[in-house]
């Protein structure tokens, strides 16, 4: 793209650069109205898919958000159209009445384009089958035995081998097979190289027979994981899985908390992988982990992955194990039994040693208590003693005084008498 110059350099083989030239003008084509085409015409590189009108806004999205991003995951060209034939039709309602609105028939129906290779086609159509059959329920899946209305694969492609199949399931089993965000279901599509679409809580295979196999085989395992182990008796002789032989100390370390270390390796290899639920021999040191997937290249991928971790989870235990070791080496130092049995005897020997001065201590303790109460006692009767002496040397004096006044009164009577 030259945007000073406002060109497009288109390279490729004669048919492609027809098809581009095409799709660029269909696209310009838009911003100014209504695109009108012959969808009646087949074409290989088309695909028309009829939606009602009640659902084209769902369909399409906010500013066609929905749409886009359909063409950015199927590698696709999306948009509606109207027959050629209405062209004339439509210019004349215009002018008549440009403020009136096109009241809708319920049971009519727009044409979606899907332009693009046939793997694309058929993922966005299936994709946009899903949309309209959440809008409008009814309207692709039959609510009697859970299947399809009408098939969307076309004759030509049939005789190539193409077909599309599909797989019933309850609600639980739906939620566990779709995943946060659907990462579960496009983690299956990745693997087993097949279309894989929910339709309600039906799931559509479409692709060719191995490759619809596949994602079959893949999505009945997968459900039942749910309630237990899964054991797959034909694994040695499928082409499309890769044994690995897990040292069980590890096997931990490699599912991760929840299973999401095997999760974050199925997304780096696009795999699919899980442990293998068979009895195996009672002795067994490994367990198998298998590794799903239509590349050989994707299933060597997942399995460097796992070897690295297995590696790093040896050497860290070893590392562990050798530290644990010398840890206990050192406790156990000097190493001879005649240096421990002494060591033992000069701990028995100090510890008696202590218990000898604890015991003085405490006897010790207790004597210089009695002492010292002894002594407050023989304190306290000395006290008492000499508090009784002053006591009758007080009550001897006031005696004595009484009595010598008693005798100077006696005294100063008698003088008195003689005068």
Known sequence: VHERDLKIDIHG??????RAKEYIKLVMAQRVG??????????EDLTVVPVPSDCIGYVTGKRGSVLR????????LIFFV?????KDRDRDDRDRDRRRRDRRDPDSTDSLCIFGPKRGRYGAHLKVLSAVEFKSKGWYLDRDNDGPKFDIITAEDKEEGWDCEHYAMDSSDFSYALGAGGSTRMKLATASG????????VAFMCGKKHERKRAMDYLAWLIKQRKGSVFVEDAEDRDDCLIVDVPQQVVGFITGYKGSSLRSIERESSTFCFADGGK??????TERLLIFSYSEDNRKKAKEIVDGMVEQKMREDSERRHRSDRRRRRRRSPSSSASRSRSRKKKKRRRREREDRREKDDRREKDDGRDKGDDRRDRDKDRK???RKDHDAKTKEKEGNEDEERRR???????????
């Open 13 to 18: 083989p004669r048919i492609a650069r027809k």
């Open 34 to 43: 209504p695109v009108y085409m012959d969808v009646k015409t087949k074409r």
């Open 69 to 76: 991003s359909l063409e950015q995951e199927w590698g696709t």
């Open 82 to 86: 109207k027959d050629e034939k209405e």
């Open 194 to 201: 097949c279309i894989i679409q929910y339709i309600g809580n």
């Open 280 to 285: 195996g021999k009672e002795d067994s040191k």
């Open 385 to 387: 003693d000499e508090d």
């Open 409 to 419: 009164r006696e005294g100063d009577g008698s003088d008195e008498d003689s005068d």
